[in-house]
């Protein structure tokens, strides 16, 4: 029983172009984890407030609560990995499908007036 070989579109893009495609999602994806975890980094308080220090200071059974930022952060990466790389991705469809169109209309060959035919007469009037 032989099989068939299906043949292959002829506007599926090339390797190349998929190639750095995969890489640009990828890039964009870890940039963008990278902006996510920042962002919740510079917002998430390190060391206790000005407030909180004063009333460790008079109160002697008071101690200030640092909460850990390490879910938060890890969440701020995740969506922003997540973000980046849809939008590269949908960008990237967007090139790819355009390179298909514009592949699968070339411009047309060179008319009679390139190739040296004189003109008929039958559209000139004069």
Request: charged fraction near 15%; include cysteine.
């Amino acid at each position: 029983m032989a099989t068939e070989a299906v043949p292959e579109h002829p506007n599926l893009p090339r390797r190349g172009p998929l190639a750095a495609v995969f890489a640009a999602i990828a890039v964009s994806g870890i940039l963008g984890g990278l902006i996510g975890y920042g962002l919740v980094a510079t917002t998430c308080p390190q060391s206790a407030t000005r407030v909180e220090r004063i009333m460790a200071e008079q109160l002697p059974r008071f101690r200030a609560q640092i909460p850990s930022c390490a879910w938060k952060e890890l969440g701020g990466a995740l969506l922003g990995t997540v973000f980046a790389a849809l939008g590269a991705a949908t960008i990237a469809i967007l090139v790819l499908r355009a390179q298909a169109e514009w592949r699968g209309h070339a411009p047309p060959r060179a008319s009679s007036r390139e190739a040296g035919v004189p003109p008929s007469s039958e559209g000139d009037q004069t």
